[in-house]
C-alpha cells in the first residue's frame, strides 16, 4: 500500500502566487463526457440499514428569487441514517463490500450477516464526519475501529467520533498527514487491519471506490423527489469538495450522455483550494492548507483514484470565502434548513456564480434553471461561531 500523498502530483503552496488562487474553472464541454464506469446502484443496500430514510429535498423560493432562477432545492444532508453528513452512505457500502469480500463474496452482505464473522480493527483517518461514520458502521457490525483526527477538528467532533465506541487517536498534524498515519497503521495491522478512507492511490482503490458508489444513493433520491415535486431535473448541482470523492460521485451519476446533464459545480474553501488549482494545471496540485469552518472541505490533495473523472468531467468549479460560508449558514438557519458550514458553502458557490453573468453563461444558468444544492452536514454536529 502506498502513502496517500503523491504520487504523481507536484506540490505548491496556495500561497505562493502571493495569496491569489484561481477563484473560478469552467469547461462546458465536459458536460458531454461520459463516465465509463457502470452505473452504481446501492439503494437496496441502503434501504436495508437500520434507520434509513431518503433525506429531505427542500423548496427555497426565497433563494431563487434571490438568484434569479426558478427553483433552489436544498438536500438537506443533517439527518442521514442516524448521522448528522451523508458520509455514511460511503461508509456503510464500503464497510459491507470490504468485510463481504474478505468472506469471499463480491456482494455487498447486510451488517447483520456480517455481524462477529471477522476478527480485525477498521482504521481511518478523519476530519470528523467520514470517521464518526465509519465509527458507527465498526460498531453495528461488532468491529473495534481506530480513527486518527487532526487536532484542530472541534470537541464535538472529538466527541462523537469517541462516542461510537472508537479509539481515537489526535494527531498535530494536518489532515493530509493524518491520512498517512492511519495508512501506516492499517498496513501495519496486515490482515488483521482494514483501511477504510476516501482518497485512493495506486494499490488502494477498492475501498474509496466503494465509498463513491455508496454516495450514488444520494444523487438517485434528488432525482426522484424533484420529479416527485413536479420540478425539471437539474440544471446545476453543486458538490462540496475535500478530496474530491462526492465530486467524482455526482460526475460519475450525471454524466451518462443525457443532453440535458446538469453543470456540476466543484465547490471549495478559498483556503484549500487542490481541486480547481489541478483543473487550472491540468494535473493534480497539492496545496498548503490553513484554518478553515470548513473542516470537512480542507484537504490540501486530491484523491488521485478520483482525479481522472474530475479532470474530464468537472464543467464548473468555484472556491468560497469563509466569510461567505458563515453568512451561507446562518441564511438557511433562518429558512429553517440545518446546515453546517460545509453543507453551506454551496449556497455561498451559488452566489458567487449566479452574481456574475459570465460564469451564469459557462454554467448555463438562467431564470429558468433549477439549482441543486447538497447541504452535506448539519450545524448542530459541526458547529461555529455565528
Ligand atoms: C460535510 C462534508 N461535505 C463534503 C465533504 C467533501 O467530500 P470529499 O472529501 O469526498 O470531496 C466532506 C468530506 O469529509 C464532508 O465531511
Redesign the pocket.
Known amino acids: 500500500m502506498e502513502p496517500a500523498r503523491k504520487p504523481h502530483s507536484r506540490s505548491r503552496s496556495s500561497r505562493e502566487n502571493g495569496g491569489v488562487t484561481h477563484a473560478w474553472y469552467s469547461n462546458p464541454s465536459a458536460r458531454s463526457w461520459i463516465s465509463p464506469k457502470p452505473v452504481a446502484d446501492t439503494r437496496a443496500f441502503h434501504r436495508a440499514l437500520p434507520g434509513y430514510a431518503p433525506t429531505r429535498l427542500i423548496n427555497a423560493p426565497t433563494l431563487a428569487a434571490e438568484l434569479g432562477v426558478a427553483h433552489v432545492v436544498v438536500k438537506e ?1 443533517s439527518l442521514r441514517i442516524g448521522l448528522p ?3 455514511i452512505l ?1 461508509a456503510s457500502y464500503a464497510i459491507s463490500r470490504a468485510l463481504s469480500a474478505r468472506l469471499g463474496s463480491d456482494e455487498a452482505l447486510s451488517l447483520e450477516q456480517l455481524h462477529g464473522k471477522l476478527d480485525l480493527t477498521i482504521v481511518a483517518a ?5 470517521g464518526r461514520a465509519v465509527a458507527h458502521v465498526a460498531r453495528l457490525v461488532g468491529l473495534p475501529a481506530r480513527i486518527h483526527v487532526p487536532a484542530d477538528i472541534t470537541t464535538e467532533a472529538k466527541q462523537a467520533i469517541a462516542g461510537e465506541g472508537a479509539e481515537l487517536v489526535v494527531l498535530d498534524e494536518p489532515y493530509d498527514a493524518v491520512v498517512r498515519h492511519a495508512t501506516a497503521v492499517a498496513e501495519s495491522l496486515g490482515e488483521k487491519g482494514l483501511l477504510v478512507q ?2 485512493s492511490w495506486p494499490g488502494y482503490e477498492d475501498v474509496p471506490g466503494w ?2 458508489e455508496g ?1 450514488s444513493t444520494l444523487f438517485s433520491e434528488a432525482d426522484e423527489q424533484l420529479a416527485a415535486m413536479g420540478l425539471p431535473p437539474a440544471t446545476l448541482v453543486t ?11 455526482a460526475l460519475d451519476h450525471y454524466r451518462r450522455g443525457a443532453s440535458d446533464a446538469p453543470t456540476v459545480l466543484v465547490v471549495e474553501p478559498e483556503g484549500a483550494p487542490c ?1 480547481i488549482e489541478s483543473l487550472h494545471a491540468g494535473e493534480r496540485v497539492d496545496v498548503e492548507i490553513g484554518f478553515s469552518i ?4 480542507n ?1 490540501g490533495v486530491v ?1 488521485p483514484g ?1 482525479w481522472p473523472t474530475l479532470r474530464d468531467g468537472t464543467d464548473a468549479s468555484i472556491v468560497v470565502a469563509e466569510k461567505a460560508a458563515a453568512e451561507a449558514v446562518r441564511d438557511l438557519q433562518s429558512l429553517g434548513i440545518d446546515s ?1 458550514p ?2 453551506a ?1 454551496s449556497l455561498a458557490a451559488v452566489r458567487a456564480l449566479c452574481a456574475d453573468p459570465a460564469r451564469r453563461a459557462d454554467a448555463g444558468v438562467d431564470e429558468h434553471s433549477v439549482l441543486v444544492l ?1 447541504s ?2 448539519s450545524l448542530v454536529a ?1 458547529p461555529i461561531d455565528l
Not at 478523519?126 to 467520514?130: E, L
Not at 458538490?239 to 460521485?249: D, Q, R, W
Open positions: 444532508e453528513a451523508f458520509k460511503g478523519t476530519d470528523g464526519n467520514h476516501d482518497s465509498i463513491v454516495y458538490a462540496p469538495s475535500g478530496v474530491g470523492a462526492l465530486a467524482e460521485a481541486i470548513m473542516k470537512g472541505l484537504c484523491s478520483a453546517g460545509c453543507g458553502s447538497l452535506t452536514e459541526n
